[in-house]
């Protein structure tokens, strides 16, 4: 007997909430996915997010035999469409069985929503910017995602490509022993650099005007990398004053020259270790559990969430090692609180440069994200 798929717009809390819940039935024993928390999914899809002044969304769930088995979202973001000569819109918040008919059913109502907005490309998935989680995983299923990073089924990539898609742009994710000193040869170049650069942790006594500067560092430091879209200012406060809770000044380095601020890395610990078995919620004492874990189980890995040189020393000597003073002006502190690797993701495949002074580094790439793409016609 066939069964019945039916799909129906997110337009109501309830809709929202379902939407939401859905990943739990997908993911169901499998050890790698960590459930995000509830109440951070409600509002990164409020519209208090800043991300919604400058692009709109809409979601669909997919139902069989009344029972929610798939999910999609489709963007379309101004912001991107001023920086970009393409009519490009996206998809993402990608859930489902695997069932080609749901997969296809929910591309098929994205691929109508973003052609009737205009749009002559769809590009995903984003969750729900290039700024946010986004790619596919395609390799480097074993281990969990670290925090901000997603994470997927094998059998998603199969059914994406069915749909007509195509890779666009593979994103990698690297993993360095934090422990490790940088080979003799890096040391002697960062020695060297810093005789003109100086290397500073974050000032919290000035911390808005600190979130503007490194705002100003990565947005012109990634203005002319693929899929671009800057921060406002908006989205950047709201996201440092969220990491500001988390994250030890030390954890953000500035280099100076000259006293110009011309590059910065951010990390943070990998609060996924800390969600685990917390399913989603914090009430009505998973909060205690996790402060009790923060206090006595605090992270083994963290993540580089962002690190930027400005655009004008991307190319030379210099810009390198600006590089090797920032991660390992990072490295000390980290260590210091005992996280023993980092990951630094994403980077672009294509961004030998950078991927080059970070296997210098002795990090070593160990999952692979991918940007699907298709023609809309």
């Known amino acids: 007997m066939q069964s019945h798929l039916t799909l129906t717009p997110v337009d109501t809390a309830k809709d929202l909430d379902t939407f939401i819940r859905l990943p739990w039935s997908i993911y169901q024993g499998n050890p790698n996915w960590i459930p995000p928390l509830l109440l951070e999914r409600k509002m990164h899809l409020s519209a208090r997010n800043p991300y919604f002044s400058h692009a709109e969304w809409q979601g669909w769930i ?27 819109g996206f998809f993402g918040m990608l859930e489902a069985i695997d069932d080609a008919g749901v997969f296809s059913a929910l591309f098929g109502q994205a691929e109508t929503w973003l052609k009737a907005k205009g749009m002559h490309t769809v590009r995903g998935p984003f969750n729900l910017s290039i700024n946010q989680e986004c790619g596919l995983l395609v390799e480097g299923f ?24 195509v890779p666009a742009k593979d994103l990698l994710a690297y993993l360095l022993d934090a422990e490790i000193e940088p080979p003799r040869a890096v040391r002697s170049l960062a020695a060297k650099a810093a005789q003109e650069i100086d290397v500073r942790p974050l000032n919290r006594k000035h911390l808005l005007q600190e979130f503007e500067l490194l705002r100003d560092i990565f947005n012109d430091a990634w203005s002319r990398n693929w899929g671009f879209v800057p921060f406002t200012q908006e989205e ?8 500001s809770h988390v994250i030890q000044d ?12 011309v590059g910065m890395i951010v990390a943070a610990p990998d609060l996924n270790q800390l969600l685990r078995n917390l399913n989603g919620r914090l009430l009505p004492l998973n909060w205690i559990t996790l402060l009790w874990r923060w206090n006595m189980r605090y992270p083994d890995t963290g993540r580089v969430i962002l690190m930027g040189i400005r655009r004008h020393y991307q190319n030379s000597l ?8 920032l991660i390992e002006a990072l490295r000390q502190p980290v260590c210091k609180r005992g996280l023993r690797q980092m990951e630094l993701s994403w980077i672009l495949e294509d961004n030998l440069r950078m991927r080059s002074i970070i296997e210098d580094l002795g990090a070593r790439c160990y999952k692979r994200y991918r940007i699907y793409q298709k023609e809309l016609k």
């Open 62 to 88: 997919a139902w069989q035999d009344g029972k929610p088995v798939g999910r999609i979202s489709a963007q379309t973001d101004h912001l991107y469409l001023e920086n970009h000569s393409e009519r490009t």
């Open 142 to 165: 074993d281990m969990p995602p670290v925090v901000m990073m997603p994470y997927n089924p094998p059998y998603y990539p199969g059914q994406i490509e069915k749909q007509g898609y």
């Open 236 to 243: 950047f406060t709201e996201m440092a004053k969220t990491l």
């Open 250 to 261: 030390d954890f953000v380095q500035i280099a100076e020259l000259n006293g110009e601020a």
């Open 318 to 325: 210099l810009g390198a090692a600006v590089s090797y003073l």
